[in-house]
């Protein structure tokens, strides 16, 4: 980030995560698991995601049908 110019104080407000994250990341202490409510928050969108497929599809396959 400091040789692109962005300050740690911009990165963090920009991305919406604490600048003592990024700190943390640059010292390698931010394990790779995530925490119950990102896991709770990934699946609620999962789900979300899915349903919306679900009516896209069948809305082409309709719409394929009256062509």
Do not use: C
């Not at 980030?1 to 003592?20: L, T």
């Not at 931010?30 to 990934?42: A, D, G, H, Y």
Request: hydrophobic share 35%; proline share 1%.
């Amino acid at each position: 980030m400091k040789d692109d110019g962005v300050s740690v104080a911009d990165a963090a407000r920009g991305h919406g995560i604490h600048e003592a994250t990024i700190y943390k990341w640059f010292r390698g202490e931010v394990s790779s698991q995530p925490t119950l409510r990102e896991l709770m928050k990934l699946q609620k969108e999962n789900k979300l995601l899915l349903e919306l497929v679900g009516e896209l599809t069948v809305k082409l396959s309709h719409a394929q049908k009256k062509s």
